[in-house]
T-cell receptor
């Protein structure tokens, strides 16, 4: 069974701080996505990474896919209250119509 | 209407009731999904439909019965549920190709409480 473990599980920080969320697995994935889910809503895609070692930047968010394509990280610079939410990584192994979701990281940014 | 819409947003049912969740996507996608989101557990894939054909049943108990009459509509029929089935049920769609499933577009979810 493929599992994606995210750490930390919960994170509460002050506005302006930096943070990193990790997504780890013993399995290799063809691609990996990061989603953010706000209360009362469904998850919304932030980014897809497909190449080992790939780094993508989305304003203050930096995503990295591990060289072996087994892990990923999300780094947020100068966090803002609007970054508050549940962050989910999701890995796709190929050949099927499904992504396996990680355990989630619940982030709260205090003003 | 745009995106993926789910109804009802909230549902309370007894263990002997029969109810249905409805999902409609207005994106022209070819794949639709049911996911279960409960506290302290990762998002769990339940069912996948590609062009109305079920391509994945992730060992879901038979008290959950999916129906996909066309590429735009997906139902989840519920019968004799257990209290542990209480969760947020999320519908998603994607434009799946041979390369990958593409971006998943989620609805806002149906919050189910089983008494």
């Amino acid at each position: 069974t493929q599992l994606l473990e995210q750490s930390p599980q919960f994170l509460s920080i002050q506005e302006g701080e930096n943070l990193t969320v990790y997504c780890n697995s013993s399995s290799v994935f063809s691609s990996l996505q990061w989603y953010r889910q706000e209360p009362g809503e469904g998850p919304v895609l932030l980014v897809t990474v497909v190449t080992g070692g790939e780094v993508k930047k989305l304003k203050r968010l930096t995503f990295q896919f591990g060289d072996a394509r087994k892990d990923s990280s999300l780094h947020i610079t100068a966090a803002q209250p609007g970054d508050t939410g549940l962050y989910l990584c999701a890995g796709w192994s190929g050949g099927t119509y499904k992504y396996i979701f990680g355990t989630g990281t619940r982030l709260k940014v205090l003003a | 209407e745009t995106g993926v819409t789910q109804t009802p947003r909230h549902l309370v049912m007894g263990m002997t009731n029969k109810k249905s969740l409805k999902c409609e996507q207005h994106l022209g996608h070819n794949a639709m999904y049911w996911y279960k989101q409960s506290a302290k557990k990762p998002l769990e894939l339940m069912f996948v439909y590609n062009f109305k054909e079920q391509t994945e049943n992730n060992s879901v108990p038979s008290r959950f019965s999916p129906e996909c009459p066309n590429s735009s509509h997906l139902f989840l029929h519920l019968h004799t549920l257990q209290p542990e089935d209480s969760a947020l049920y999320l519908c998603a769609s994607s434009q799946a190709s041979g390369a990958d499933t593409g971006e998943l577009f989620f609805g806002e979810g149906s919050r189910l409480t089983v008494l």
